[in-house]
């Protein structure tokens, strides 16, 4: 069988017999078309090849001038202001990288092995859960560099699997419980009592984050249509002058159905706040004496002294986030609908953190039908 392609006297560059085309092999690709056009011109081709290969020279150029440390600095500065992840996700990035990745700072990216990754983990004087997190934001690192920078040919965290350890044991109420508090802090007659009843509504209506609930405002509710449009979280930097900063991520600004009944709840609060002679803030969760949202702490302190006094399990703020979830899943709804409300990217990070609930459940309703036997 006769060759189909012959050479010519340039390197990489092939006519073909029959039709008196050109084609380019680079880089590991065959190219026969130009802005999809065939190439009969020998010195468009060679024009061409000798254009790729610059390009390939530059990319290759930059791509060894890339140390680690240049390159983390820009994916901080592009995570802050260009992906707008939360003021703690960033901190997070940060905190990680003084404490471990810095380790990696003189290593060029483009150059980065699969081995160098896996001595780096090995060698960590940490915990395997804080390992498992040190890798979880090294890989979205390198995946910023394949993707946005478009300098690595070899994924060198591909295959890296993360440490199984133990899941501690997510604290949430149970039905019981959670009624149990709402029917002793209904009684009490007084503001923080009532700033409390509000939170534990939202967290147990929305299934948000708790930064999320502390950054909600009367603006965001929607009386006609009831819905609560959860567009920001509470900003944690103190030195910043914005009360507010961006959710978690970019799916976790969403709009959520919620009942009527909520909606007059927080129409009562409101009222509430005008009937106390209060110049009321956009924001639902203000601290009016001292011009400033509530804080964390002193919201959690509160928190805390009514779950004591209610006689019900101390779990954190966050933990009601918890709490929706399993009540909904007690209810009998799919974790698939249920991601969504909570503003989960992925449906298998929803799988990843409580499908051992949907597993529990499961054995629990399978266990109810032994009373026919």
């Known amino acids: 069988m006769k060759k189909a392609y012959e050479k010519t006297r340039y390197d990489n560059i092939y006519r073909n017999i029959k039709n008196n085309n050109y084609i380019i092999r680079h880089n590991g690709t065959t190219i026969s078309k130009i802005d999809n056009l065939k190439i009969y011109d020998i010195k468009v081709a060679r024009d061409y090849k000798s254009k790729l290969d610059l390009n390939l020279k530059k990319i290759e150029k930059a791509a060894n001038s890339y140390t680690f440390k240049y390159l983390w600095n820009e994916y901080v500065n592009y995570c802050k202001n260009v992906s707008k992840l939360a003021y703690n996700t960033i901190k997070k990035k940060k905190l990680f990288y003084n404490c471990f990745l810095h380790e990696l700072d003189t290593f060029r990216v483009s150059e ?94 929305l299934g948000d984050r708790i930064g999320e609930t502390r950054a909600l405002t009367w603006s965001s509710i929607n009386e006609e249509k009831s819905t609560i449009r959860i567009s920001h979280s509470i900003n944690y930097d103190e030195k910043s002058n914005n009360l507010l900063s961006s959710t978690k991520t970019y799916s976790s600004d969403r ?115 032994d009373k026919y036997l």
């Open 112 to 205: 980065l092995t699969k081995n160098d990754i896996i001595n780096f983990m090995d060698n960590l004087i940490t915990t395997d859960k804080q390992k498992n997190e040190i890798l979880k934001h090294l890989k979205a690192f390198i995946t910023w560099c394949d993707l946005e920078k478009e300098i690595i040919t070899i994924n060198p965290v591909k295959g890296i699997k993360s440490i199984k350890v133990p899941k501690v044991e997510m604290k949430y109420w149970s039905i019981n419980e959670f009624t149990k508090f709402m029917n002793y802090i209904n009684k009490q007659q007084n503001d923080k009592a009532y700033r409390i009843k509000i939170l534990v509504l939202l967290e147990l209506h």
């Open 255 to 369: 709009i959520v159905d919620v009942s009527p009944k909520l909606i007059s709840e927080l129409k009562k609060y409101k009222e509430y706040l005008i009937e106390q002679q209060i110049n009321i803030n956009d924001l639902i969760f203000y601290n009016y004496r001292i011009n400033k949202p509530f804080s964390d702490v002193a919201l959690r302190k509160l928190f805390y002294k009514y779950c004591s006094l209610a006689e019900v399990p101390k779990i954190r703020m966050y933990d009601l986030r918890h709490t929706y979830v399993a009540l909904m899943m007690n209810e009998g709804w799919e974790l698939y609908h249920i991601s969504k409300r909570i503003g989960h990217c992925n449906y298998s990070t929803t799988v990843d953190k409580y499908g051992h609930l949907e597993s529990k459940l499961r054995k629990k309703i399978a266990q109810t039908t």
